[in-house]
């Protein structure tokens, strides 16, 4: 199903309140050399605060729409490009092309955080599968995917030929895959919320290795596929999907149980005190699983509602 109500104020994935409130002055207080460009005080767009970075720069964007195709540079300088809030710094490709793209045949690291991702297009550009990010270095760089919302995608969420941590984010609505492993890939993918995708997570042929832990994935078609590597995943709660694995089989601590989400319809994935997903209680020794932490009591059932008849055939 497809949503058009935003993600509600008030809550973040898991660390992305303190990192809002602290990144502009952390990053301010980084070292001599390296600079901070700010959008849009600086500058009028992200990319042309792009296009100025120079290694170990820090493009720091504050709230606000920006309908942006934005693509660095080749070879991509290593910078941090960091939003001041993943629910209202927002990067709207318009139905067109990527929303960031990351291409170079050098080493290159990097950050991308906070940030609403949204809008991509079909098909190819510049011979690279459209999608929310892109990030091709063969498999010579080390870039981070942190604390984002990627939503409302036809085709991938995340492509990725690299070495990349992807954490913390919630992928909604991504028609095809959330998260697309291809040829000389070594993703870590954790801590992650896959609400209501065609794939959670697909592994292609060429990865060299993969993790994958933590992560919910919920209310979609794939849960988490392979064509590649032979892997275990670990602590990983796959629910209502049509086919949880394919191509690959369950780790021993993956489980599959309601998250207990505190209002999935009204898109606030935090979780109920009672949840599973905080670890609480249990044998499997997982932790958190997930992007978001407690948010919420026990609700109130209506006697009339479709959630008080389920409740009557699990007694």
């Not at 409302?152 to 028609?175: K, M, R, S, W």
């Not at 990983?236 to 989400?261: R, T």
């Amino acid at each position: 199903m497809t949503r058009t109500s935003p993600v509600p104020q008030g809550y973040l994935p898991r660390a992305a309140v303190l990192i809002a409130c602290l990144s502009l002055a952390i990053i301010l207080v980084a070292r001599a050399d390296a600079a901070t460009l700010l959008v849009p005080d600086q500058y009028a767009t992200i990319q042309e605060a792009v296009d100025r970075c120079a290694d170990g720069d820090t493009v720091f964007v504050r709230s606000g729409l920006y309908a942006e195709n934005v693509v660095l540079p080749e070879p991509a300088p290593s910078i941090a490009l960091i939003g001041e809030n993943p629910q209202s710094t927002i990067i709207d490709a318009g139905g067109e092309g990527k929303c960031i793209r990351i291409r170079n045949l050098s080493q290159s690291t990097g950050s991308v955080e906070n940030f609403t991702l949204q809008n991509s297009g079909i098909g190819y550009t510049g011979s690279i599968i459209n999608c929310a990010i892109a990030i091709s270095t063969d498999g010579t760089g080390s870039w981070t995917v942190r604390n984002n919302i990627l939503r409302d995608h036809p085709q991938h969420g995340i492509l990725t030929t690299d070495v990349t941590t992807i954490a913390e984010n919630l992928f909604l609505d991504i028609a095809f895959r959330a998260i697309f492993a291809s040829s000389h890939a070594s993703p870590t993918i954790v801590g992650n919320d896959f609400i209501d995708c065609g794939y959670g997570i697909y592994v292609h042929a060429g990865v060299d290795q993969v993790t994958i832990a933590n992560n919910i994935i919920a209310f979609g078609d794939t849960g988490i596929g392979t064509q590649g590597p032979l892997f275990t995943p670990e602590c990983n709660n796959l629910w209502e999907l049509k086919v949880a694995y394919d191509g690959c089989g369950a780790g021993e601590s993956d489980f599959s149980a309601d998250p207990h989400f505190c209002d999935a319809d009204g898109e606030d994935f935090r979780l109920r005190f009672d949840s599973p997903c905080l670890g609480q209680g249990g044998d499997l020794g997982c932790g958190l699983v997930g992007a978001f932490t407690e948010g919420c009591g026990a609700i109130a059932v209506d006697e009339t509602s479709w959630g008080r008849i389920k409740l009557l055939f699990r007694r």
